[in-house]
């Protein structure tokens, strides 16, 4: 029987589990009963089990025959705080928590993909990772499993890694896909305290007004995009929070904004601090106002290797036919902290569509949308094209399909 077969023979079993991980979603990397859910699901296969110190991390080591190298596949399991507004039958049971993102998806395509190839343990020359990380969502979960010896827990450091990610709308369902370079944004945030000296509406030459000195930063931060760095490479700036004053005849002593920012080069993520907090110092120094610039690199941009690509490529061709597999046209806007993982490791990171087709096409919930119903059929899917990539590494002449 192929992967694609047993994969589908688990379908049932792995539907149970992504409705009992939906029901109970947790926020961060405290996960205790998403933890135990992982633990009981891959309990009693041939895994070498550790948990995380910081973070209710699970990371597991399939070990085949020595020799072969060792490859890690992922799979995240935090949720976002939102209150879920589908309906559907296993809607989330917790209060201000729902599985937006699909991470209980990818939670369970792992399981999957570990119940897989542990039936080819004797099959296999190397060692599979298999990396069941929290805190996606602005946690640095991964960089903290990465402390916390991730990549040496199976004594090599693994040749490749890979990843898997339900998407909705931009990739028809079931279909997957990926490219060669930048997959996703670096991310940072940026906070401007504009301290001027306060006083009456009616006179602002008694005063030192931030107001008009916080909009002309922001006008200029917005400039400093397009005539700072290269349209081939692009950087994306977003004020998402501003304020200041209390009342329409005061002049505020301090106004507050906030921004984020993204790129998808490391080259621009060197830059971006140095030319937007001088701008804004910039700024404050010609209208006498002090400004306090705190910068927060978060994500490095995500970038997918040549052979990474190639190789989801042919796993995804040989398991449902070329037909399956697209070739995304950009990288897509969000951030994604496998990023620490892809900046070690070369692999790539694969989107899969997962939601159905609606009447108006493209309108559709998106990821992170409190009315976002992704399809339980694609699990199966998942679970065969992640184990189809660490075959390609540790069994090239397994027959996938």
Avoid at 137 to 162: H, Q, S
Avoid at 170 to 193: D, E, I, W, Y
Avoid at 243 to 257: C, D, L, M, P, Q
Wanted: hydrophobic share 40%.
């Amino acid at each position: 029987m192929g992967l694609r077969e047993e994969a589908g023979e688990l379908q049932e079993e792995l539907t149970r589990l992504r409705h009992s991980l939906h029901r109970e979603p947790e926020i961060g990397l405290d996960l205790p009963l998403t933890q135990k859910k992982v633990l009981d699901a891959i309990d009693g296969l041939p895994l070498e089990v550790f948990t995380g110190r910081s973070l209710s991390s699970v990371t597991a080591v399939l070990r085949g025959s020595p020799g072969g190298p060792t490859v890690l596949l992922r799979g995240d399991m935090d949720a976002l705080p939102l209150v879920e507004q589908t309906g559907v039958g296993y809607v989330s049971e917790i209060a201000g928590a729902m599985h937006a993102c699909g991470h209980d998806l990818h939670t369970t395509m792992l399981v999957g993909a570990a119940k897989l190839l542990s039936r080819r343990v004797h099959q296999i020359k190397g060692n599979v990772i298999f990396m069941f990380q929290p805190g996606e969502e602005g946690w640095d979960g991964a960089a903290k499993m990465i402390g916390e010896g991730l990549l040496e827990v199976a004594g090599d450091r693994p040749v490749a890694a890979y990843g898997l990610h339900v998407a909705a709308g931009n990739v028809p369902l079931g279909k997957f896909a990926t490219r060669v370079g930048a997959l996703s944004s670096a991310s940072a945030r940026m906070a401007v305290l504009v301290r001027g000296v306060g006083g009456h509406g009616s006179k602002p030459h008694l005063s030192k007004d931030p107001v008009p000195g916080a909009c002309e930063m922001i006008l200029a931060l917005q400039a400093a995009v397009t005539r700072s760095f290269d349209v081939f490479d692009p950087v994306v700036l977003t004020v998402g929070s501003l304020h200041g004053g209390t009342a329409r005849n005061i002049i505020a002593s301090e106004v507050k904004f906030e921004a984020t920012i993204r790129c998808y080069s490391e080259a621009s993520s060197e830059r971006i601090e140095e030319i937007f907090t001088r701008i804004c110092r910039g700024i404050g120094a010609a209208h006498g106002l002090e400004v306090d610039v705190d910068f927060a690199q978060e994500y490095p941009p995500m970038v997918g290797s040549q052979a990474g690509a190639v190789a989801a490529q042919k796993t995804v061709t040989a398991l449902y036919g070329e037909d399956e597999y697209l070739e995304l046209e950009h990288a897509v806007y969000g951030s994604e902290d496998f990023a620490y993982v892809l900046k070690r490791v070369g692999g790539t990171f694969i989107f899969m569509g997962s939601c159905a087709p609606v009447d108006a096409p493209g309108i559709v919930a998106q990821n992170h949308s409190d009315n976002v119903i992704f399809e339980d059929s694609v699990l199966s899917r998942g679970s065969a094209v992640l184990a189809g990539l660490a075959l390609g590494h540790l069994n090239p002449g397994d027959g996938l399909a």
